[in-house]
């Protein structure tokens, strides 16, 4: 089986209905951290011809597809009103962007902004513009970034480095059917529930045999759909520093974790095996069916749920551990970035503030793409009084560490090798001790010859 990366686990949990482009997620290749080509100075964004005579021409590439276009013509209209000498071209590169993008990058043909998320890569071989004097320009010529919200800009900065702009995010929650909490004579979950009960729940919940079984939960071997859990617990997969495995991902924290999760597939049978979650056609195909009584995931499905007739559901926060009474969750973001050898760099700058900034964001928002990177935007779209919306904007003080993909140059690697580690035990060929102890080192000789960040 194919490793999953962030976008294709998505992709693969049943997120193929129209308009659920993944504005918030990654792109389905990772970074090859073995290559370690740096950008070429000397080399230059070549301008596209077609411009109207006298404006710039600006290259911007999105890994989301054509669907999207509206939303991006809506963006740049509004852009082009307050930089009518810049025009914006739109790429989109559904499949394979990584690979378009890093060639780009090396041959001296990289669009002027571009989308990203896994930027240890990047930086290590200069591929990214640091825009923090950008930022700190006077006036409108700057950007304040104190008003997004700190967990989100973290996610767009590697230490002093700030990569890009943020764009348009999601947490993780818990959606849930209602009619068939109401059939299992449950109340349904509110914010103060701790891992126990949702275990306990998912029981009550599963139901029948065969083609007719209705599962209560899914729970996938990936390492970012675990990874709140893990957190939550104390655990982690590697260092802080992203050095090393051993002494984290095989320790008891993580280990508990892993083992109760691989349970509610392998022992309590309450989340269907992979194969049978591909057969129903995914997480979200299963819970449109009722075949799936709840589903962890991000915001990107609602707006597709919510035209499904017939189908109520409701949203709450991940459960608390009750061993640490903490919950932490995970941000599926991305930033727009700037290409350090385009020939516009203050123009690409304008527009990299725009589409990061409240206009920007405020439209992915408002077309259900994800959660604006700024509380002004998330209160000028109602979202805070909203019941389901509310629930994603609570969830954000919860994303309170660091994930592994901006500790290491070589996290693409590492997740795939904890990924073959966790299907182990998934298929119940290994105890979760068996399979940590294994590729711990596995891990930290990956990590060792990694290239540095910077």
Not at 40 to 51: C, D, L
Not at 90 to 117: Q, R
Not at 121 to 135: M, S, Y
Not at 142 to 167: H, R
């Amino acid at each position: 089986m194919k490793h999953m990366t962030r976008r294709s686990f998505i992709k693969g949990a049943g997120l193929t209905l129209a308009g659920a482009t993944l504005v918030a997620c990654s792109p389905t290749s990772s970074v090859p951290t073995s290559q370690a080509t740096e950008v070429p100075a000397s080399q230059a964004t070549e301008v596209p011809a077609g411009g109207e005579s006298g404006k710039t021409v600006l290259r911007f590439a999105s890994w989301d597809s054509s669907s999207g276009q509206d939303v991006y013509n809506s963006i740049t209209n509004e852009f082009n009103k307050t930089a009518p000498n810049i025009e914006v071209k739109v790429e989109f590169t559904p499949d394979s962007y990584d690979d378009k993008i890093l060639t780009g990058l090396a041959g001296g043909n990289a669009p002027d902004v571009f989308m990203w998320w896994n930027y240890p890569g990047l930086i290590a071989r200069k591929g990214i513009l640091d825009l923090t004097e950008f930022a700190a320009l006077p006036g409108d010529k700057g950007l304040d970034l104190n008003q997004y919200y700190p967990e989100v800009l973290a996610y767009a900065k590697i230490g002093n480095i700030l990569v890009g702009t943020p764009n348009a995010f999601t947490p993780r929650a818990i959606f849930y059917n209602k009619k068939l909490f109401a059939e299992a004579g449950l109340p349904e979950p509110t914010s103060d529930w701790t891992l126990d009960e949702f275990t306990e729940i998912a029981q009550k919940l599963t139901k029948g045999e065969g083609a007719d079984k209705v599962y209560g939960m899914f729970m996938s071997p990936g390492t970012y759909h675990l990874q709140g859990y893990i957190w939550s617990n104390g655990g982690d997969w590697i260092s802080p520093d992203g050095t090393r495995a051993s002494g984290f991902c095989d320790s008891p924290e993580t280990i508990e974790v892993i083992k109760w999760a691989s349970e509610l597939v392998t022992k309590l049978g309450v989340a269907p095996t992979d194969d049978t979650g591909t057969t129903l056609g995914g997480a979200t195909q299963m819970f449109i069916n009722g075949k799936l009584a709840m589903m962890d995931n991000g915001r990107w499905p609602q707006t597709d749920l919510m035209k499904v007739e017939n189908l109520d559901f409701g949203l709450v926060l991940h459960p608390i551990n009750p061993n640490t009474k903490k919950r932490v969750t995970v941000l599926h973001t991305s930033a727009f970035c700037i290409n350090p050898a385009t020939k516009y760099k203050d123009e690409a700058w304008q527009f990299a503030k725009f589409i990061g900034g409240p206009v920007g964001n405020k439209l992915f928002g408002q077309a259900g793409w994800a959660v604006p990177a700024l509380p002004a935007a998330v209160k000028e779209l109602g979202w805070e009084t909203d019941p389901i919306e509310k629930v994603w904007i609570d969830a954000i003080p919860y994303a309170t560490v660091q994930p592994c993909f901006m500790r290491t140059t070589a996290w693409d690697k590492a997740d795939s090798e904890f990924y073959n580690a966790l299907q182990s035990v998934w298929l119940g060929q290994a105890t979760p001790e068996e399979a940590m102890k294994k590729v711990a080192p596995i891990v930290d000789d990956i990590l060792a010859n990694a290239p540095k960040i910077s």
